[in-house]
């Protein structure tokens, strides 16, 4: 077994402790991809049974508000983790959560530069017409980015990172203390958007999921497609 596949390994099992810990109960599968300067674990069969009461109840925000609550107390245990675990270092972490498929993506941005060389892009799809639906999503949104770059971390992982999206009212929330229920808002309109955007026909493979989170500080945001298998 790899070194790396020994990380991904310790790292699945260490997530599915950790939220068993912390929300009372652990993810059915954990599926880790690690290509510098990215790592993402995305969590599937989250929801607890108090979740789903309070999903059937329409409490979904609420749902989401306790779980964004309780990943701000343990991120920083993650991240340190994460470093020992993965031989490097954690400079942030992204969350987002889909209630409805019971599952959760986590993405974790080393300390490093990303090499386009080690990111080599499947035959057929065109990164340039995949960038232009995100921008256009983003432009729908909020406004165009001041800069879009995407990243093939496997078979089935997309990420694509956004700089300079926020438009000036969010900017005022956020100074104003309300960057969660900025999040709360922006999370459904966006991945809406960005499901509308086309994503499938120009990648060539279903969307299954679309998953998205930002640093309101530093202005940037990250997007992970989850696609279907080939």
């Not at 599926?31 to 329409?58: D, W």
């Not at 892009?121 to 256009?136: A, F, I, M, T």
């Not at 956004?162 to 309109?189: M, Y």
């Amino acid at each position: 077994m790899t070194e790396e596949r020994t990380s991904e390994t310790e790292i699945s099992a260490y997530i599915s402790n950790v939220l068993r810990s912390h929300f009372g109960k652990g993810p059915a599968s954990v599926y880790v991809t690690m290509k510098a300067p990215f790592i993402t674990i995305h969590c599937r069969g989250l929801n607890s049974p108090m979740e789903k009461l309070l999903l059937r109840q329409g409490e979904w925000e609420r749902v989401l508000k306790t779980r964004d609550l309780i990943l701000d107390d343990m991120k920083e245990e993650i991240m340190e983790e994460l470093r020992r675990m993965a031989g490097f270092d954690i400079l942030d972490f992204f969350a987002d959560w889909n209630l409805e498929h019971e599952s959760g993506m986590f993405v974790g941005v080393l300390d490093e530069e990303p090499e386009e060389a080690d990111f080599e892009w499947p035959d057929g799809v065109n990164r340039e017409e995949v960038e232009n639906k995100v921008v256009e999503a983003s432009e729908t949104a909020e406004k165009k980015p001041g800069q879009v770059n995407s990243f093939w971390l496997s078979d089935r992982t997309l990420l694509i990172e956004r700089r300079k999206i926020l438009v000036g009212i969010e900017k005022a929330l956020i100074a104003n203390g309300h960057t969660e229920t900025l999040r709360l808002s922006k999370r459904p309109l966006e991945r809406s958007l960005l499901y509308n955007a086309g994503l499938s026909d120009v990648l060539t493979r279903e969307v299954q999921e679309i998953f998205v989170d930002w640093d309101f500080g530093k202005d940037i945001s990250y997007i992970v497609v989850v696609l279907a298998a080939a």
